[in-house]
């Protein structure tokens, strides 16, 4: 007798395991592991979506222009959410502490939150600053998502990246884009001004 007869539980959920386990469509063992081409191909792929959930992101621009991407993505119709640290909260400074950064993560974020101010306004842009603790960098391009892992010890940038597509059924997709949500409803919107410090830093 089929098994799904007696208990549709253990159908629903091998079908479940199954979807998610498409979602998975690499690992990286580090996020500088991941080719630049990749990156790009996502960011300028994006035609609905743009989310980023970091702490400071600066190799996003530094490497990929985050500013004009943003400009260009809001002249696209593409809707972008990008959350930044809070570099005043107790949860930046332990994490800069505890990736052997005292100071330097505080100091990054002051500066990246200067290059966004280019931004603040956009249509179809917004900018929040966060003070949770993120277990995880999370960067998403409409039904892609890059989580990278944060391990104590250890810049995000040398931690594993897992990239992940959404599909019907699955479960990963779903639960950390759950998690950029429940940060995003916690954010400050960001408003021209920068803090006091950062003008003095500069």
């Given at each position: ?201 500069s």
């Amino acid at each position: 007798m089929d098994e799904a007869y007696l208990w549709p539980e253990v159908l629903t959920e091998k079908v479940t395991q199954s979807a998610s386990t498409a979602e998975l469509l690499g690992i990286h063992p580090s996020r500088s592991a991941l080719p630049h081409a990749t990156w790009q191909q996502l960011i300028n792929g994006s035609r609905e979506a743009l989310d980023v959930l970091v702490y400071a992101g600066t190799f996003l621009i530094e490497q990929h222009n985050l500013a004009e991407v943003l400009h260009e993505k809001s002249r696209q119709g593409v809707h972008c959410r990008i959350l930044i640290g809070d570099e005043t909260s107790e949860a930046v400074r332990q994490r800069a502490v505890e990736e052997g950064t005292a100071g330097g993560l505080e100091g990054r974020i002051q500066l990246n939150r200067r290059y966004l101010r280019d931004v603040l306004g956009l249509p179809g842009v917004e900018v929040r600053t966060h003070g949770t603790t993120l277990y995880n960098s999370l960067f998403r391009f409409d039904q892609d998502l890059l989580v990278n892992g944060h391990v104590f010890g250890a810049p995000a940038g040398f931690s594993p990246v897992l990239h992940l597509r959404r599909v019907p059924g699955g479960r990963m997709w779903d639960h950390y884009m759950r998690s950029f949500e429940h940060v995003w409803e916690t954010g400050v919107p960001e408003t021209a001004g920068i803090p006091a410090s950062a003008e003095k830093a500069s």
